[in-house]
């Protein structure tokens, strides 16, 4: 397992809408280096303290996991999002962070669309702490990202797992592969 980079090495920057901040741990230009064979990918933590409108982000597909519940409306409907649990939706979707029982903050996995390129590239996906899964795919690169955090001490590491790994559900966390 190598780190990869670290929540407390990198800086916040404000959401595209300015309605929050975020902070980015791998940007899409990132990503092509390191998976060059999966679709272009952003994986960033937001800082929730307030009910907010997301930024809107056409051609892409957002996967969201809170550090604590919240409630989403995606399009006018309500989703009550448990704590750790991935609620996926695209990212042209009107998003409004409606309930906020307590400050904390959230994973953000946003995944270029699907487009005609030749071959397929394969997509990059976020999978729970409470889901059964693989560890990674046969055909690519897997991450481990930590949510060891608190709302006053974030401790978020990105790591990328290799063939000798263990099972990245013993590890903690959530698995992008």
């Given at each position: 397992m190598r780190l990869l980079t670290s929540f407390d090495d990198r800086d916040p920057v404000p959401w595209a809408n300015g309605a929050g901040e975020t902070t980015e741990l791998v940007s899409l230009a990132d990503s092509e280096n390191l998976t060059p064979l999966a679709?272009?990918?952003?994986?960033?933590?937001?800082?929730?303290?307030?009910?907010?409108?997301?930024?809107?982000?056409?051609?892409m597909e957002r996967t969201f996991l809170p550090?604590?519940?919240?409630?989403?409306?995606?399009?006018?409907?309500?989703?009550?999002?448990?704590?750790?649990?991935?609620?996926?939706?695209?990212?042209?979707?009107?998003?409004v962070l409606t309930e906020l029982g307590e400050p904390c903050f959230a994973?953000?996995?946003?995944v270029a669309q699907s487009d005609s390129v030749d071959p397929p590239r394969r997509e990059l996906a976020m999978i729970g702490p409470d889901e059964e899964h693989a560890v990674r795919a046969d055909d690519g690169a897997a991450f481990l990202l930590t949510l060891a955090s608190?709302?006053?001490?974030?401790?978020?590491?990105?790591?990328?797992?290799?063939?000798?790994?263990?099972?990245?559900?013993r590890l903690g966390g959530v698995l992008l592969r």
């Open positions: 679709r272009p990918w952003r994986l960033s933590i937001a800082r929730l303290d307030r009910t907010a409108e997301f930024s809107v982000l056409p051609g550090t604590a519940e919240v409630v989403l409306s995606v399009d006018g409907r309500t989703h009550r999002i448990p704590r750790l649990t991935p609620l996926r939706f695209r990212g042209d979707r009107a998003v994973v953000n996995l946003i608190s709302p006053d001490r974030p401790r978020f590491q990105l790591f990328e797992l290799t063939g000798s790994d263990g099972p990245a559900d």
